[in-house]
């Protein structure tokens, strides 16, 4: 088994991308709750640094924004990286709106617009990967998705979108919209612990699908502050972050990281996570 952090993977078969992206939600705001608006110079920076690094993937969507709405990450990807370098995948989600208080569940009728707004903040024909996402905190068992599937399929063929993806979902969510379009990635919160994820996530390295956890950090509580983690970093002269990276990434080749951050220091030590090489008994000790 490779433990290596590095390499790429060809989101749909044909967009290739480095393993570790970036997570644009913490470019407009520093958590979730009663968090705030970052300052958009610092995050524009951020994002150039990542583009200079060499960050091909970027994950993002209409509502990732300030809590008052103001600061949106669409608006900074393209204030600081327009004309897109080429090669650069931009990844988002449509599903929740954006309302008074924050993301909302959207229905199949805010689709459209939402891939619009996306097309137009983004300043681009043409969406790389877009995500359906569905439900809440949990996967919603039982919800069909096709009827929304459909609208995204639709705008797939209309070529506003190259790919479609699934985010929170459950197996049974992933066959029934494999039933209207190929679904190229899926974007959930990962336990690589919980039976349900596992196998999930080992279904879609079987068909070579994305599998982008999110939150790969514990969303900044989990992980990157865990002593198994700590332990294993200090091995090799690594962060706790760093580690948790590259044990996501080893787990198979179709895992990828979108780390979240509005900080340079952070972006850096993330990206080096590239570079780090678990041994077997890192990963053993890490289960
Ligand atoms: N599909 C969905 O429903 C969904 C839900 C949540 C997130 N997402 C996506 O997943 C991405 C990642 O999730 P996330 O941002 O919630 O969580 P995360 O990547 O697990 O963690 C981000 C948090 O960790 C901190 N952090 C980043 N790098 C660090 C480092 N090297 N050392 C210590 N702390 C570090 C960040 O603070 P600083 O900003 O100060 O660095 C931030 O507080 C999001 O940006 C978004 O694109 C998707």
Redesign the pocket.
């Known amino acids: 088994m490779d433990h290596s952090a590095h390499g790429t993977f060809a989101i749909g078969g044909d967009l290739a991308v480095d393993r570790i992206g970036l997570?644009?939600?913490?470019l407009a705001r520093?958590?979730m709750g009663d968090a705030t608006a970052r300052d958009p110079q610092t995050a524009r920076a951020v994002l150039r640094r990542a583009a200079e690094l060499g960050v091909d993937h970027i994950?993002?969507?209409d509502f990732?924004r300030s809590p008052d709405g103001t600061v949106r990450a669409n608006d900074l990807i393209r204030q600081a990286l327009f004309p897109y370098p080429p090669g650069l995948v931009i990844a988002t989600?449509v599903g929740p709106v954006f309302g008074p208080g924050g993301p909302t569940q959207g229905t199949a009728a805010d689709l459209r617009p939402a891939v619009e707004a996306n097309l137009e903040a983004l300043g681009v024909d043409r969406l790389d990967l877009v995500?359906l996402?569905i439900g809440w905190r949990v996967p919603p068992r039982g919800e069909s998705l096709s009827e929304r599937f459909e609208v995204l399929a639709a705008l797939r063929e209309e070529g506003l979108i190259r790919h479609l993806g699934l985010?929170?979902v459950d197996q049974a969510h992933l066959s029934e919209a494999q039933r209207v379009a190929p679904v190229a990635a899926i974007?959930n919160?990962f336990d690589p612990a919980d039976a349900d994820q596992a196998a999930l996530a080992e279904r879609a390295a079987a068909e070579q699908i994305a599998f982008v956890p999110?939150?790969?950090?514990?969303?900044?509580q989990?992980s990157?502050h865990d002593e198994r983690y700590a332990a294993v970093a200090r091995r090799h002269g690594a962060?706790a972050?760093?580690v948790a990276l590259a044990h996501l990434l080893a787990l198979s080749p179709n895992m990828l990281a979108?780390?979240?951050?509005?900080?340079l220091a952070?972006l850096e030590?993330?990206l080096a996570a590239r570079s780090l090489t678990l041994t077997s008994d890192d990963i053993a000790a890490l289960r």
Do not use: V
């Not at 999110?214 to 900044?220: D, H, R, V, W």
């Not at 979108?258 to 900080?263: A, D, H, R, V």
């Open positions: 997570g644009a939600m913490r520093n958590g994950d993002t969507a990732y989600k995500y996402r985010s929170n974007q919160l999110f939150g790969p950090l514990g969303s900044g989990g990157a962060t972050a760093q979108i780390p979240g951050t509005g900080s952070h030590e993330n």
